[in-house]
């Protein structure tokens, strides 16, 4: 513990408090399932404009959809950085509820699952597009 005076300012710091939540907030399971999410995202954004290039498919997400009309650029660094910044925020409040109605690590679970079947989507409309 150290103590930081100056104007006004009282504060004692526990130097190992940082290093304390950072051990006990990700959980090998945690972190793989916001690697997961991260990277089944990233194969969304390619998967999807892999099949939108073909004529077939378009996205249904409003937001990216007009996103990808604009720039797709800009398309993959917000769709990267919304999904890696949501999962990170979620993996440090792992252990807290929302609402005190259900716990975040559901709300994790829920995207990894949720992905996941996207990616059995995708993969099944890539069979369709390119396989035929």
């Known amino acids: 513990m150290s103590q930081r005076r100056g104007p006004g300012l009282n ?25 997961g999410i991260v990277v089944m ?3 969304d ?9 073909t004529g077939q498919v378009h996205e249904w997400n409003p937001v990216m959809a007009m996103l990808i009309e604009r720039d797709v650029q800009l398309f993959a660094a917000l769709k990267t950085l919304v999904t890696t910044g949501g999962g990170v925020a979620l993996a440090m409040f792992v252990d807290h509820s929302v609402f005190q109605a ?5 709300v994790l679970e829920f995207f990894f699952v949720a992905y996941s079947i996207l990616m059995v989507y995708h993969l099944s409309l890539m069979a369709r597009v390119f396989l035929q």
């Open 11 to 35: 504060v004692e710091v526990d130097e190992t408090w940082a290093l304390r939540v950072v051990r006990r907030r990700l959980e090998p399971s945690v972190v793989l399932m916001v690697v």
């Open 45 to 53: 954004a390619i998967f999807t404009l892999t099949l939108m290039g």
């Open 102 to 106: 259900f716990r975040v690590r559901r």
């Open 41 to 43: 995202s990233g194969l």
